[in-house]
């Protein structure tokens, strides 16, 4: 059973950093892809960025220049560093991870940017 545990959630001003993290355990693969998605109240669950296990990143056109994904094969963890965040940034943060044709999901952090 794979679990995934988000860490690093809470209340930032606008134009404001976060950094969340994502912790797999159970598990003793490398996923081939971890990233993470969003979700606002009212609106339907938004794809923000992934990564592959060789390094490769992808993120979202309203993320772009301004998040930055990481991890570490090692520890099997996951990290989205946000970087000047908008009040539209505001969201419950879910990670994933893909392995096997098997997607897994962690529980959310909530993400706050309010002044």
């Known amino acids: 059973q794979v679990q995934l545990v988000e860490s690093g959630g809470g209340l930032v001003q606008p134009g404001g950093s976060l950094g969340l993290s994502c912790a797999a355990s159970g598990s003793i693969f490398v996923p081939s892809f971890m990233g993470w998605y969003r979700q606002a109240p009212g609106k339907e669950r938004e794809w923000v960025a992934r990564?592959?296990?060789?390094?490769?990143?992808h993120y979202a056109d309203s993320v772009k220049g301004r998040f930055t994904i990481s991890r570490d094969n090692v520890k099997n963890m996951v990290y989205l560093q946000m970087n000047s965040l908008k009040p539209e940034d505001a969201a419950a943060y879910y990670c994933y991870a893909d392995h096997g044709g098997a997607r897994y999901w962690g529980q959310g952090t909530q993400v706050t940017v309010s002044s």
């Open positions: 990564i592959h296990s060789g390094g490769s990143t």
